[in-house]
């Protein structure tokens, strides 16, 4: 086991130490044979979830910046929610931009020199810092990160950057994700623009920004592909095993909502489940079909994920099943309280950056967070929205 482990170490070194002499022998020459532009590269390889967050301030942000001069960086998952926005967006693999200097040479090429590269998420990930440090920009900008990500972290190559935008939470384990990006969107705008202006985004300017994605959506025909009209959605998938709320629980659930009511379930895995009108439509949806899907349901139920938090941004009241690790990070989120329902169970071990103590997480295993929740917890949940909002005839 040790041997495997010696070798995969040493393979991973002699392969970054031949990446990094195929760049000093051929991105160096490309980059001398290319004009600096004007433009600016952002680039963003977070997750749908965080996407999702940060999309008002990014759209208040490139009213200030002609289309022409900003590019985007995204992961594939997020390349379609980011041209909603803005047309140029470059999607690359992080895994082979970092070992395949051919790959590697065509997405430089593709991006070309620019005035300015700048990570536009706090939570600056070593994918982030490689790409942006491997473009060729006069300046570099970069959040100095958040405290749960930054904490283990060893020797990040901040010197490398221009300007570090500093986080004024360094003392606080976890705070909104939404505060962290006022601070890095208006620093940033005071570093390009030498002007200050204030990203606070409130919940209407979420809707307002959702509403213009799914009227940009509806080009697909739901009614007619899936035979929806009032449905609600239950997401019982989520970006890591150990985040996904147990079967039996969620068959509980079923059971006690009404037979009646149409249930749309998306996602990528299979999750059976039993219910009169269940329309499991698992690993069946593009995602901008299930984002139109989230977008005009009468009620979400999900485990903490991406498109959970698309349901209560778009104006859809939502029940989400909350587990501890980054317990704040996005919910609980006080200004939305009214339209989305976090059911968890307190525990002492709470933001423990699911760094969890009682499972192996690595095994998929369900810590007590999410699996302790009893499903009456969330059928109350739901019948609060319910008396609010009218959901069920």
């Excluded at 600096?36 to 967050?53: A, E, M, Q, R, T």
């Excluded at 006069?138 to 405290?147: P, S, T, V």
């Excluded at 299930?290 to 938090?309: A, D, K, Y």
């Excluded at 309280?337 to 059911?343: A, L, Q, S, T």
Aim: charged fraction near 25%; aromatic fraction near 14%; proline fraction near 6%.
């Amino acid at each position: 086991m040790c041997i495997k482990k010696y070798l995969k170490h040493y393979t991973k070194c002699v392969v970054e130490k031949l990446n990094y002499f195929c760049d000093r022998a051929f991105v160096n020459f490309i980059y001398k044979n290319m004009d600096l532009s004007k433009k600016y590269v952002f680039v963003d390889l977070s997750l749908i979830g965080d996407v999702l967050v940060s999309l008002p301030y990014y759209e208040k942000f490139f009213r200030e910046i002609p289309d022409n001069d900003i590019q985007l960086v995204s992961l594939p998952i997020t390349t379609n929610i980011f041209k909603k926005l803005i047309p140029n967006v470059v999607s690359i693999n992080p895994f082979k931009f970092k070992y395949n200097p051919y790959y590697r040479i065509n997405i430089l090429k593709k991006i070309g020199r620019c005035e300015c590269c700048a990570i536009t998420h706090p939570n600056r990930t070593k994918n982030m810092e490689y790409l942006c440090l491997k473009i060729n920009s006069r300046y570099k900008i970069a959040y100095k990160g958040e405290y749960i990500y930054e904490i283990e972290r060893k020797n990040p190559p901040l010197n490398l950057f221009s300007h570090i935008i500093n986080n004024p939470y360094c003392n606080e384990k976890i705070v909104h994700i939404s505060k962290h990006l006022k601070v890095f969107f208006e620093d940033l705008n005071y570093i390009l623009f030498n002007k200050y202006k204030n990203f606070s985004i409130s919940k209407n300017d979420y809707y307002t920004t959702f509403k213009k994605f799914n009227e940009n959506l509806y080009t697909l025909d739901l009614k007619e592909k899936y035979n929806c009209d009032k449905y609600i959605v239950i997401l019982t998938d989520a970006s890591t095993p150990y985040r996904k709320y147990p079967s039996k629980d969620w068959q509980i659930i079923l059971n006690n909502l009404p037979k009646d009511i149409k249930i749309i379930q998306i996602g990528l895995n299979k999750f059976p489940l039993k219910h009169p009108n269940l329309i499991d439509l698992t690993g069946k949806t593009t995602l901008d079909e299930t984002m139109l899907i989230v977008m005009n349901s009468s009620l979400v139920i999900g485990n903490e994920t991406g498109l959970t938090h698309l349901g209560y941004l778009s104006g859809v009241p939502t029940v989400c099943i909350l587990g501890g690790g980054h317990f704040g990070r996005f919910l609980p989120w006080p200004e939305f309280e009214d339209i989305v329902k976090c059911v968890y169970e307190p525990m002492d071990c709470f933001q423990c950056g699911w760094k969890c103590k009682y499972v192996d997480l690595r095994k998929g295993e369900v810590p007590p967070c999410i699996s302790q929740i009893p499903p009456e917890s969330v059928l109350t949940a739901i019948e609060k929205l319910n008396e609010l909002y009218k959901i069920f005839p």
